[in-house]
């Protein structure tokens, strides 16, 4: 028997697979939206960090990117604790990161309750997480 064929399910698309014949079982990530055209992000978000010379925001689109690859490339997931000095781009690379998926509410805080932190992490399987420090 051949092994089931490994898809990613984003909101009403299916990557990889037949949205016809793709059983999902399981929450879905609520929140991944589209939310505009990609060469408007592309232009404003994706360009701008890319070329502003901030370690954080080209790091926030590099982590982004990778994590929904990383179970096809049979990769382990990874995090990143991001430890530099106020104002040094972090808050504004964690915003960039949860742009990849859609709306900034893909940003959670750590100011959060264990239950909510769980909550976050669940519905953000093979996707980034961003968690920030400011509330």
Avoid: Y
Avoid at 11 to 21: R, S
Avoid at 22 to 44: C, D, K, Q
Avoid at 84 to 107: E, Q, Y
């Amino acid at each position: 028997m051949k092994p089931p064929k490994t898809v990613f399910v984003l909101g009403e698309e299916v990557i990889g697979g037949d949205p016809e014949t793709t059983l999902f079982r399981g929450a879905a990530a609520p929140n991944v939206a589209v939310a505009g055209a990609l060469r408007e992000w592309r232009r404003h978000v994706a360009g701008p960090a890319c070329r502003a010379g901030v370690r954080w925001w080209r790091m926030a689109l590099l982590s982004a990117f990778s994590a929904p690859l990383l179970k096809a490339a049979d990769q382990p997931s990874f995090g990143i604790h991001g430890l530099d000095a106020s104002s040094g781009g972090k808050t504004c690379g964690l915003r960039i990161a949860a742009s990849v998926f859609g709306p900034s509410r893909f940003l959670s805080s750590w100011n959060s309750t264990a239950g909510a932190i769980e909550a976050a992490a669940a519905s953000s399987t093979d996707l980034v997480l961003a968690l920030d420090e400011i509330g």
